[in-house]
């Protein structure tokens, strides 16, 4: 990890005096150079809503750098560079079709696809819609400069969710044109291709990125096609204001959907699909054949910020919007399409969002130190146009067939924040207080089937109470508290129990998060994290019934989280390095209820889990590598904890890159070459669940040993 050397004490005066366009963290050392040596860390800004050390935010933070993002990686998913966070949980499902399973402190491992119960943010735009999903594959890895995570109290001052923020930040464009060419290839057909340009003139600046994926899937049916594309502009509109422009692109289409399988079909095969037993006339087929299972996404939104600056204090301006369209095959049988409120096995839908975040920051001094004031206001919309149809036409299936959905739903929030942090001696405080309302309104237009035109209204009062201090130059300990309040998704209210219509009477899950946490510089390059926390939460919402991709939910009774996080990075002697991320959550039913005893964990949490790392690289940087591993504990599928859990397991992974910088005909170029090793011991394991399907199909693999190699070469003009 990256870190810039910071005089502590002269933070304060240091953001205020710093040129607009300058980053503090890069004025550090010539602050630091007098007085004695003080910790090192990296500056962040999720949590303060602006820059600030993590070292003094009495939060869990961490920073994944572009360093570790590019780490011998084809920056595909972002579980490539989340592995190493604690207490974040990040399950790649083989599936491109519902994208990656993101949990932190436990919250979103019920998400059936994309990530709810944590919020995305890439470039100060939301990657999550108002009602709390979202889509990690939206993130242009190859562009990101680093990884903010943010898990406990503080990340309730980001709204509707629970469990904790992921925010992106790609690099910004500077010094002459130049431009990159990046090449990988590996096992089961993977091949990625990705060129980007940039540069900084006077005071424009631009950065442009196009990638295309590809891959034959480690699952049967699992292939897939990405095309993604990203550009940046900013605009130094004078020394104390600056615009940024952002804009990107997804396409996916026909990415095909292996679908869960049996624990009885993982014994078997793991790379097989879920043979479908109602095939009399093809009995080896699976279901995700007979159906086509498959999913297209065309996604496109772009967005500007405005930065000024009034001497200490600052405006900050965003809006953004954009358009994404699906279209998804699922797997439903004929008979299972017989009820009359039964939306079909095909889901088209057209949404159109947009949303702004304005926010004034300004520090005056108070008593014998400086309060810090952040107030602002939220708020987005998204609207879909909704249609089902059967999945079926006579005896074919996998095709559209008749109109069986045909709907508007709207949902909206509006979100008054305040946030203030007063440093006094070696005390900082910091409170804060968020109003969040969220509205969703649905219209049906398919009316044959009755009228489900209906609304929800949520709203939450958050607040947050935090303090930190400074034991030592060396040592920081701090405690938190918040509420937080999570509502159903768009996709949780649709289905009432098993074919029912919408289900406007779920309630949004309330929660109370506790956390006490060390910061420690054990010497002058080894830091330590830790952090115990607790999170009770109220009528929190669970699975209800979930069969080929349809999925109802209800509010069950109390749930509580208890854990313990602790992050060590070290660099050592001779060019080594060491990073270790480890994790104890205790995630469990605290009542019982129908079904479910007290006690019982909560499905798709494992208990614990690990990441380690040893890395070395050459003093001039010219060879490096390292060896990984990753280890989880078991994980229920289901709240009864009846049904096979998946094993826990560990699994070890290598990398090796080389770069050279040559002279002659190819000076001016940079030339990198890697190569990784997944799962070296080709060890047979489940990577995530599905948690509650109502067939028992909860079961996703995780791809055997793999391999991958790259190149890139990179121009300076």
């Known amino acids: 990890m990256k870190r810039?050397?910071?005089?502590?004490?002269?933070?304060?005066?240091?953001?205020?005096?710093?040129?607009?366009?300058?980053?503090?963290?890069?004025?550090?050392?010539?602050?630091?150079?007098?007085?004695?040596?003080?910790?090192?860390?990296?500056?962040?800004?999720?949590?303060?809503?602006?820059?600030?050390?993590?070292?003094?935010?009495?939060?869990?933070?961490?920073?994944?750098?572009?360093?570790?993002?590019?780490?011998?990686?084809?920056?595909?998913?972002?579980s490539e560079a989340l592995a190493g966070v604690p207490g974040i949980v990040v399950q790649n499902r083989q599936n491109y079709a519902q994208d990656l399973q993101i949990s932190s402190r436990g919250f979103g491992a019920r998400s059936q696809f994309g990530v709810r119960g944590v919020r995305l943010i890439a470039d100060g735009i939301p990657a999550t819609m108002p009602d709390g999903q979202g889509q990690a594959a939206t993130f242009d890895l190859d562009l990101a400069e680093r990884i903010e995570v943010l898990r406990g109290p503080f990340s309730t001052l980001y709204g509707n969710h629970s469990g904790g923020v992921v925010q992106l930040f790609t690099r910004d464009p500077k010094?002459?044109?130049?431009?990159?060419?990046?090449?990988?290839?590996?096992?089961?057909?993977?091949?990625?291709?990705?060129?980007?340009?940039?540069?900084?003139?006077?005071?424009?600046?631009?950065?442009?990125?196009?990638?295309?994926?590809?891959?034959?899937?480690?699952?049967?049916?699992?292939?897939?096609?990405?095309d993604q594309a990203y550009a940046k502009l900013t605009f130094d509109v004078s020394s104390t204001s600056k615009l940024t422009i952002v804009g990107g692109g997804l396409r996916q289409d026909d990415t095909q959907d292996p679908l869960g399988i049996s624990w009885a079909t993982f014994q078997r095969d793991p790379r097989a699909g879920e043979i479908d037993t109602t095939d009399t006339q093809n009995p080896q087929r699976t279901l995700a054949d007979r159906y086509n299972t498959r999913k297209s996404i065309d996604h496109q939104q772009a967005g500007l910020t405005w930065d000024q600056h009034f001497g200490s204090d600052r405006l900050r301006l965003t809006v953004y919007g954009g358009n994404r369209e699906v279209i998804q095959y699922q797997s439903f049988s004929k008979a299972f399409q017989a009820p009359a409120t039964h939306s079909g096995g095909v889901v088209d839908f057209d949404r159109d969002f947009y949303g702004f975040d304005a926010n004034w920051t300004m520090t005056r001094p108070l008593g014998e130190g400086?309060?810090?004031?952040?107030v602002g206001l939220e708020g987005g919309k998204s609207t879909d146009d909704r249609t089902g149809y059967e999945n079926y036409v006579g005896d074919q299936f996998g095709v559209r067939g008749r109109l069986r959905r045909d709907e508007t739903d709207d949902v909206r929030n509006l979100d008054p924040y305040l946030q203030l942090e007063w440093e006094l001696g070696r005390w900082v405080f910091t409170g804060g207080l968020r109003h969040s309302k969220v509205k969703f309104?649905?219209?049906?237009?398919?009316?044959s089937n009755?009228?489900?035109?209906?609304?929800?209204?949520?709203?939450?009062?958050?607040?947050?109470?935090?303090?930190?201090?400074?034991?030592?130059?060396?040592l920081n300990v701090y405690a938190s508290a918040a509420r937080g309040f999570e509502t159903p998704t768009l996709n949780e209210v649709f289905y009432s129990g098993t074919a029912g219509g919408f289900n406007y009477d779920l309630g949004a899950a309330t929660s109370t998060q506790l956390e006490v946490g060390a910061k420690a510089m054990l010497a002058e390059d080894v830091r330590l994290n830790a952090a115990l926390f607790q999170t009770r939460t109220q009528d929190e919402l669970v699975v209800d019934a979930s069969s080929g991709g349809r999925t109802s939910y209800r509010n069950a009774s109390a749930t509580l989280r208890q854990g313990l996080e602790l992050s060590l990075d070290a660099k050592l002697r001779a060019g080594f390095s060491a990073r270790m991320a480890a994790s104890y959550l205790r995630a469990i039913y605290d009542e019982a209820f129908t079904g479910v005893a007290e006690g019982n964990r909560l499905p798709g949490v494992p208990k614990t889990s690990l990441y380690g790392e040893l890395a070395w690289t050459e003093t001039d940087g010219r060879f490096g590598g390292a060896l990984e591993t990753i280890a989880n504990g078991k994980v229920y599928p289901d709240d009864a904890n009846a049904a096979q859990p998946a094993p826990g397991y560990m699994i070890f992974n290598a990398r090796v890159q080389a770069v050279q910088q040559p002279d002659g005909v190819l000076k001016g170029w940079r030339?990198?070459?890697?190569?990784?090793?997944?799962?070296?011991?080709?060890?047979?394991?489940?990577?995530s669940v599905i948690v509650g399907d109502t067939n028992r199909r909860y079961y996703e693999p995780a791809s055997g040993r793999n391999w991958m190699l790259g190149v890139s070469a990179a121009y300076q003009f």
């Open 4 to 78: 810039h050397v910071v005089r502590l004490n002269a933070v304060a005066a240091l953001f205020a005096a710093a040129p607009f366009g300058v980053h503090a963290a890069d004025t550090a050392p010539a602050a630091a150079a007098a007085d004695q040596p003080v910790p090192t860390s990296v500056v962040v800004v999720t949590g303060s809503r602006g820059e600030h050390l993590s070292f003094d935010l009495p939060a869990a933070i961490d920073v994944v750098d572009a360093d570790q993002i590019g780490a011998a990686q084809p920056r595909v998913n972002a």
């Open 175 to 226: 010094g002459a044109p130049n431009v990159e060419f990046n090449l990988s290839g590996g096992s089961y057909g993977q091949r990625k291709l990705d060129v980007n340009a940039g540069g900084k003139e006077g005071r424009f600046g631009w950065l442009l990125d196009g990638s295309r994926f590809e891959t034959d899937g480690y699952r049967a049916h699992s292939a897939a096609t990405r």
């Open 441 to 447: 309104d649905v219209e049906d237009h398919f009316l």
């Open 450 to 474: 009755g009228n489900d035109s209906g609304r929800a209204d949520y709203s939450h009062t958050t607040p947050l109470l935090g303090a930190l201090y400074k034991v030592t130059p060396t």
């Open 370 to 374: 400086s309060l810090r004031t952040v």
């Open 671 to 687: 030339l990198r070459e890697y190569a990784r090793v997944n799962n070296l011991f080709d060890r047979n394991y489940i990577g």
